[in-house]
């Protein structure tokens, strides 16, 4: 995936022309080179699922279950799914 960087001081379009440019390519914000934001498009996301992953009680969470498949073992979403008699995962549906 191609990624464009943009120095913050040089950031001086609204915001709403880079936000139109996302739907081309992700953006990271810069100062002095270094990353401190980045613009995605969340086109494809839900409020749920956006709010999901910002949240550090979901993302911890996440982690340690994780940890604890990776120490114990598990099923892994393909060996649920044919478990479960499903042959791909489900498509969400467009409303």
């Known amino acids: 995936m191609n990624m ?16 139109r440019q996302l739907k081309k390519t992700p953006m990271v914000l810069t100062v ?11 086109a494809n996301a839900d409020a749920e ?10 993302l911890a969470l996440i982690e340690r279950s994780r940890a604890r ?6 099923m ?3 060996e649920m799914r ?6 791909k995962p489900r498509q969400k549906v467009k409303a």
Do not use: C, W
Not at 4 to 19: G, K, S
Not at 32 to 42: D, N, Q, R, T
Not at 49 to 58: C, G, M, V, Y
Not at 69 to 74: T, V
């Open 4 to 19: 464009r960087t943009l120095e913050m001081d040089q950031a001086t379009a609204p915001l709403a022309e880079y936000a």
């Open 32 to 42: 002095h080179g270094k990353p401190v934001a980045a613009l995605v498009s969340v």
């Open 49 to 58: 699922t956006i709010a999901l992953s910002t949240n550090d009680r979901f």
């Open 69 to 74: 498949h990776k120490a114990e073992g598990g």
């Open 76 to 78: 892994s979403g393909a």
């Open 82 to 87: 044919k478990h479960l008699g499903l042959t």
